[in-house]
């Protein structure tokens, strides 16, 4: 995945592998610039995505709502 910005790439664990004209930048540690992992999940047609890696599953947090849209 890249930046359609800045050109920088990650790899699918969310590495950084690629960062181009890295010369006009300071020295830093490519590993302080892994993209963060998320919670992705999918309810009907919508996609959730939640940064909080303590965060309860989706469904369990929508339990109630289901049965109360379903009709609709």
């Given at each position: 995945?890249?930046?359609?910005?800045?050109?920088?790439?990650?790899?699918?664990?969310?590495?950084?592998?690629?960062?181009?004209e890295?010369?006009?930048?300071?020295?830093?540690d490519?590993?302080?610039?892994?993209?963060r992992?998320?919670?992705?999940?999918?309810?009907?047609?919508?996609v959730?995505?939640?940064?909080?890696?303590?965060?309860?599953?989706?469904?369990?947090?929508?339990?109630?709502?289901?049965?109360?849209v379903?009709?609709?």
């Open positions: 995945m890249a930046c359609n910005y800045h050109r920088w790439t990650w790899d699918l664990r969310g590495q950084l592998t690629k960062v181009p890295r010369e006009g930048f300071p020295a830093f490519d590993a302080c610039f892994a993209l992992q998320v919670s992705v999940d999918v309810w009907g047609q919508f959730f995505v939640n940064a909080n890696p303590a965060a309860e599953p989706l469904l369990e947090f929508l339990a109630p709502l289901p049965a109360r379903g009709p609709y």
